[in-house]
């Protein structure tokens, strides 16, 4: 299947008071916008709305089961508890396959695991494996944060799909890239508007609630003056569109999953795969991510 560069990213699919109330109705309307308009990559996880997200895409993607990539996730239980027990894969498996009206998931990623995990010490890739070969998912991977993180991987983990933070703000993973593409794993880019602000909204004045209220105001005060610095090398074009068109000038990326919120924010996301970043700017926002970023250390 050939993967659309643009996926569904699911975790504002429904009643999620991270991110404001969504009914069932209108995620479901959404996800069958996404694939009308060419999305067919969905990425969603057990925890996200308490298992919402998924029975939403299970029923939107119901009719085109074999048109689309499915992809969700091990390791925050619908109930919003952590469980890395290997005992509970299949169980874990099971119950998304139920939500999502399936006899398969396309893939399986451990949801930001423990460290033992990514050094290859537990019996998780074991257990992936059987599942694979039994029929109930088609590979299995990973969704980490850094650099330190997929460096493990690579080197202790043989996985299908890795799905990793990286955008213009947090740039540090790219040195690897190609050994992710030597190994021929699947990469998802998650995070890619560094959770709003490379879409241009917020500032140094900005109020945040819910999921985002995680930040403080010295890292509020240290992203706004990025945005503005990212902001003047862009000029006029659209940062949402410079933002993923980033992220895909990067051989090594499959997809990137942007959240969905909103028809306007699905067209919005949709134009990046039309966009061409040159090569000028790309090379500024790197320069600018060495020189003046990758010291702040931001948090995601």
Known sequence: MLISEIGFGGWQLGNDASWGAMT??????????????????????PGYSNGLSEKIIGEALKDDRKEVFINTKFGHNHL???????????????????????TYVDSVILHNPPREILEGKTSHQS??????????????????????DLDLVLNHLDVDVIEILFNINNQSPKILFDKVKDKGILLIAKVPLDSGWLTG???????????RSRWDQEVILQRAKIIDKIKAIVHDENLVNTALSF???FDAITTVIPGVKDIHQLDSNIKSSEFQLSEDIKQKLEKLYEEEIKSLNLPW
């Open 201 to 211: 909204k917020y500032n140094a004045q900005s109020n945040f609630t819910g999921i």
């Open 80 to 102: 919003n508890q952590t469980d890395f027990n290997v005992g509970s894969i299949e169980k874990s498996i099971n119950e998304s396959l139920e939500r999502l009206q399936t």
């Open 24 to 45: 069932y109705e209108e995620g479901v309307k959404l996800v069958k916008s996404a694939y009308d308009k060419g999305i067919n990559f969905f990425d969603t996880a």
């Open 247 to 249: 992220i895909l000038s």
């Open 127 to 148: 257990e992936f494996l059987r599942m694979k070969e039994i029929g109930k998912i088609r590979g299995y991977g990973v969704s980490i944060d850094t650099l330190e």
